[in-house]
Each structure stands twice: as structure tokens, then as C-alpha cells.
T-cell receptor, first 113, second 113 residues
Framework: DSGVTQTPKHLITATGQRVTLRCSPR?????VYWYQQSLDQGLQFLIQ???????AKGNILERFSAQQFPDLHSELNLSSLELGDSALYFC????????????FGEGSRLTVL | KNEVEQSPQNLTAQEGEFITINCSYS?????LHWLQQHPGGGIVSLFM???GKKKHGRLIATINIQEKHSSLHITASHPRDSAVYIC???????????????FGKGTHLIIQP
């Protein structure tokens, strides 16, 4: 158990819909990262938050957004969903904002039909 | 060309064999991670390296910053080591900041009894 909690574990929805994925980092970790893993693209970095502020941005689509709340949990919002958004979405946390050992959640599997 | 390249892509070996997985990167990094992903999806961080060598049980990770190369070794391999092993680099920018990870495509390792 990494200490990072992601919900929901599985989500099935239709094209055009909007979903929210939630991540609770390990106690004491200030940094949260979001990653997408799809069959064709592999793992890709989406976005990082550190202590409530956006720290770095990767290959995140404009239809996607994220935020980190004062209690340090984070949400990834995916809107106008397309079939190609079907993927595993991982959250990871670390103590440090720049580099540090990463602890991954079990992922949220999104299926868009 | 990907910024992080792994080899081999697939590796099948017999129980007890010494395993080596290689990772080369083409960008400046602040740290390199080795991750393990079992069927079913969960990701576990094995090592984070910025220089030298680290050992944990039967796993050894090395990095050569000058050659931009890292290796993951498994001694006395066991069927439970069967998994995907992923190399990921924390890129470093001239201002000293680092962003989220850039991932290799992974090495699918199967250890046969």
C-alpha cells in the first residue's frame, strides 16, 4: 500500500461527458502528479501541483484540468470525453516539489464508449 | 527519437538468470526512476537515482551521468519478478527546475520457472 488513494478505480462513461478523478496523496506529501497510460502512447506526464500551486505541465489537453485543494488532495477533470481518452490515469505523490521518491496510486481506469 | 529509450522491449529468461535492462536518455536530468508495473496495472517505484548505484534486495540500479545511461539488474531472477519495468527521467532545465517524468516504453520481463 503506497498510501496514495485514487477514486474511482473504474469508470465507464460516454463520449461528450465529463468526469472527475480524485487523488489523496500520502500524508505529508506536498506534490501531486497526474499521469495517463494508454496502450498506444504509454505513460505520459499530465500535470504537477505542489502545495496547491501548479508546478509543471506536460501533455495535458485543454479539455482536461486539475487542481490541488488546501487539504492537498487533487482532482483531475476530463471534459468533452473522446474514445481516445480511454486510459489508466495515475496519481503519484512526493514530499518534494522538484524531485523525490514517487508513490503511485493504483490508478483510475476510464473507459469512454 | 524518444528522449528516453529502453532495451530490450521484451525479455524472457529462466528462473535464476541474471537480468539486465538498459535505459538511455538524451536530455539533462535531475534524477532517474526505475518503476515496476505488474499485470493489473499498479506502479511501484523501485529506485530513484541521481548518481552512482543503489541496491535493494536482489535489485541493483546504476547510472552513468556522463554517458546518459542507466541499468537495472535483477540477480537470481524469480517468476514473481515478471512485470513491466519502466525507466523514467526527471528532466532538468537550465534554470534548475525539473518537470514531471518522461517515460521509456517499458521492458516486458517474463521469468519462466
Amino acid at each position: 500500500d503506497s498510501g496514495v488513494t485514487q477514486t474511482p478505480k473504474h469508470l465507464i462513461t460516454a463520449t461528450g461527458q465529463r468526469v472527475t478523478l480524485r487523488c489523496s496523496p500520502r500524508s505529508g506529501d506536498l506534490s501531486v502528479y497526474w499521469y495517463q497510460q494508454s496502450l498506444d502512447q504509454g505513460l505520459q506526464f499530465l500535470i504537477q501541483y505542489y502545495n496547491g500551486e501548479e508546478r509543471a505541465k506536460g501533455n495535458i489537453l485543454e479539455r482536461f484540468s486539475a487542481q490541488q485543494f488546501p487539504d492537498l488532495h487533487s482532482e483531475l477533470n476530463l471534459s468533452s470525453l473522446e474514445l481516445g481518452d480511454s486510459a489508466l490515469y495515475f496519481c503519484a505523490s512526493s514530499v518534494e516539489g522538484s524531485t523525490g521518491e514517487l508513490f503511485f496510486g493504483e490508478g483510475s481506469r476510464l473507459t469512454v464508449l | 527519437k524518444n528522449e528516453v529509450e529502453q532495451s530490450p522491449q521484451n525479455l524472457t529468461a529462466q528462473e535464476g538468470e541474471f537480468i539486465t535492462i538498459n535505459c538511455s536518455y538524451s536530455v539533462g536530468i535531475s534524477a532517474l526512476h526505475w518503476l515496476q508495473q505488474h499485470p493489473g496495472g499498479g506502479i511501484v517505484s523501485l529506485f530513484m537515482l541521481s548518481s552512482g548505484k543503489k541496491k535493494h534486495g536482489r535489485l541493483i540500479a546504476t547510472i552513468n551521468i556522463q554517458e546518459k545511461h542507466s541499468s537495472l539488474h535483477i540477480t537470481a531472477s524469480h517468476p514473481r519478478d515478471s512485470a513491466v519495468y519502466i525507466c523514467a527521467a526527471h528532466r532538468m532545465y537550465s534554470g534548475g527546475g525539473a518537470d514531471g517524468l518522461t517515460f521509456g516504453k517499458g521492458t516486458h520481463l517474463i521469468i519462466q520457472p
